[in-house]
């Protein structure tokens, strides 16, 4: 099962043009008189974020605690061309080895709102913020009884990170629940897009300009709490015994192909436990890789490209990654 980012992945705002000179230090001069609970932390390493424990230093981590702290940035950005993301509980990223250019952000300490909009006995329909955490969230819904729920059960994701995946799995995507989106602009305004506006597909979500998912809309219909908690478990039991839980991994590497597994093919190859450096291929589910011993970002790229060679050879199937590759390498004359 795929986990997300992104996001967490959220989008990254790319410009053609060079940032502005010593922008880390205006950005700090920016924040800090505004507002001391807005944490900002520069060439901070970002294994300290990741679901694997893996990646490279940020030019600037921030932390914002208010929604007018994100429209600063992306404003700053904006007029300083300088790129940025947003970094959720990244659990389907890999962060290069050497690190993100530009601004990181992280939504944990703002738009975390949790609202009931309407409910009944049959529906329920609530406004969740984008850094609000999604197994919070299902843990909520199953307890009322929302139906499909469990597909979503064990994603360590945000709700941001959720919605830029469409996470989920065979069984559905969250693209089911949502009613609409709203999305925080570069220059200040907020925008919401229906779900007809959206362009939901595999494991991505796209949508018309650029911005920051701030928050959504959720519809859900209900039944038995008891049913729903029973599909849950059930989910539960089968990721504990097909999965490597216990060990930091990005989830499902691969997207499955239109016709068969890529866990499957993987298995068929032998290459379930090959290893390089600290990355192993976990020889409990062929389509994750783990962080075994202090695996870098270099290993998981040599063991995809390895897998992804072997299944063209083998299977003349072009594998698609699932998660999202993010950074840059290190430079050699680091």
């Not at 921030?62 to 300088?82: C, M, S, W």
Request: glycine share 8%.
């Amino acid at each position: 099962m795929s986990v997300a980012l992104f996001q967490e992945f959220s989008k990254l705002s790319r410009s053609a043009q060079l940032p502005t000179e010593a922008w880390e230090q205006k950005l700090q001069e920016l924040l800090s008189p505004q507002n001391q609970s807005c944490e900002i932390k520069i060439q901070e390493p970002l294994k300290r974020y990741s679901w694997t424990k893996i990646g490279g230093k940020a030019d600037a981590l921030i932390t914002p605690t208010q929604g007018e702290d994100l429209k600063r940035v992306l404003k700053f950005a904006q007029e300083n061309h300088v790129p940025w993301m947003v970094l959720g509980f990244g659990s389907n990223v890999l962060i290069k080895d050497g690190g993100i250019r530009g601004i990181v952000m992280r939504l944990q300490k703002v738009c975390q709102q949790f609202e009931v909009l309407s409910e009944d006995e049959s529906t329920c329909t609530v406004k969740v913020g984008a850094g609000y955490s999604l197994p919070k969230l299902v843990e909520w819904a199953k307890e009322k009884g929302c139906q499909d729920i469990e597909v979503l059960y064990g994603i360590p994701a945000t709700l941001g990170g959720a919605l830029w995946m469409n996470a989920g799995t065979r069984s559905g995507e969250i693209e089911k629940f949502v009613q609409s989106i709203t999305v925080l602009r570069p220059e200040g305004q907020a925008k919401a897009y229906p779900k007809e506006k959206l362009d939901f597909s595999y494991r991505q979500l796209k949508f018309s300009g650029k911005g920051l998912i701030t928050e959504c809309i959720l519809h859900f219909n209900k039944t038995d709490p008891q049913t729903v908690r029973e599909k849950v478990q059930g989910y539960q039991l089968k990721r504990q015994s097909t999965q490597p839980l216990d060990q930091p991994s990005l989830g499902s590497v691969f997207k499955n192909p239109p016709k068969g597994f890529a866990a499957q093919m993987i298995d068929e190859l032998g290459l379930k436990g090959v290893r390089v450096g600290g990355a192993r291929i976990s020889e409990k589910h062929a389509n994750f890789i783990v962080n075994e011993n202090k695996a870098s970002a270099k290993d998981v790229l040599t063991l995809i490209s390895l897998i992804k060679d072997k299944v063209k050879e083998h299977f003349d199937v072009r594998l698609e990654l699932e998660i999202k590759v993010v950074g840059e390498d290190v430079k050699s004359d680091q």
